[in-house]
């Protein structure tokens, strides 16, 4: 990795002044304290270089362009992107995002590739974060901030999975309130299906840290998540809003001929986390299907009811954000 790549020089420098050090007949206690102190002085520059390592991104932004030529995905532009990370899955692949737009409005997040086999969710977001950048003015009042893939391990395994590298389901680590008394009970309960594990404990993995983050940073009032292959559009978010959501989201179904379901959250869920417990209009997009070749045709299906989620006037700060017009 890039960011290490001065260690060798800075090890070898040690090592000769130590031993001149020692030639010169310095007590070896004073010369371990030198040591010590000159890599404390070194620990900062680990730390801070981190997310600036450009050749580690273009690195791993080259190894998805191969995926996306595998699975036909010929019109994604990845490079094209300014994308920031700042921080790696267990494999260091970046946690990548990028924002546009005016960051001081109220912010719309979207993430793609949850479920690193959930392939044409990856495609829309990838798609998705192309066309803003290619249409600056219809968004230049608008704050968008698009992580287009969550689970980059999963996704980038030989044959792709919905869990991390560490065989935990990203979309049930989340520390929501009920995570400790339900989440493994209702895991076992289940019949411990290995694609649903939520891990030992809450918030353990990077890629449930990382949109944690965002969250924290953006403070967004909607989250657009999107999933496939269970074909429907559901809703997590301010119940006091709840029925002035619904109505605008069956329009939108109603529009796209794409079923809306009420399909409940889970512990340690985005869901749960974002809509239920932060009051942030949370919507999650299944997809019909998980076929990579589909991805151009869905991101033509839902690209009107995804600029209409992004263009829906909500006012306030979650937790107390309400829909100020739910005709349009
Ligand atoms: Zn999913």
């Known amino acids: 990795m890039s960011e290490y790549k001065f260690l060798p020089t800075v090890l070898i420098l040690i090592t000769k002044t130590r031993n001149n050090m020692l030639k010169s007949k310095i007590s070896i206690g004073s010369c371990y304290i030198f040591v010590s102190l000159l890599l404390i002085l070194l620990l900062p520059y680990q730390v801070f270089s981190y997310g600036s390592s450009s050749g580690e991104l273009k690195k791993y932004l080259l190894l998805m362009e191969e995926k996306f030529s595998n699975y036909g995905w010929k019109d994604l532009h990845p490079r094209e992107i300014p994308w920031e990370y700042y921080r790696t899955t267990k494999y260091k692949r970046p946690l990548m995002f990028v924002s546009f737009g005016d960051g001081s409005k109220n912010c719309i997040l979207f993430f793609g590739g949850v479920h690193g086999d959930e392939l044409p969710s990856v495609y829309l977001m990838f798609k998705l974060a192309n066309y803003v950048k290619e249409n600056p003015v219809l968004f230049k009042d608008k704050c968008i901030v698009i992580a287009p893939l969550l689970n980059p391990d999963g996704f980038l395994s030989a044959s792709s999975t919905r869990i991390n590298s560490n065989g935990i389901d990203i979309n049930r680590n989340f520390p929501t309130r009920d995570w400790p008394a339900k989440a493994i009970s209702q895991w076992i309960a289940k019949g411990k299906n290995k694609r649903y594990y939520p891990g030992a404990k809450p918030a353990s993995e990077q ?35 709840l029925n002035s959501f619904e109505k605008w989201m069956e329009q939108i179904c109603k529009e796209i001929n794409h079923p809306l379901k009420k399909f409940g959250y889970y512990p340690g869920s985005l869901g749960n986390y974002a809509g239920h417990e932060r009051n942030i209009f949370t919507l999650t997009l299944e997809l019909p299907s998980s076929n990579p ?11 009107t009811s995804i600029l209409k989620f992004i263009n829906l006037p909500v006012v306030g700060s979650p937790p107390n954000v309400r829909i100020i017009n739910n005709n349009k």
């Open 293 to 303: 070749g589909q991805g151009k045709h869905y991101f033509e299906q839902f690209q």
């Open 207 to 241: 890629e449930t840290i990382f949109q944690i983050a965002l969250i924290k940073r953006f403070k967004p009032q909607k989250i657009l998540s999107a999933h496939s292959p269970l074909n429907f559009f559901d809703y997590d978010g301010p119940s006091s809003d």
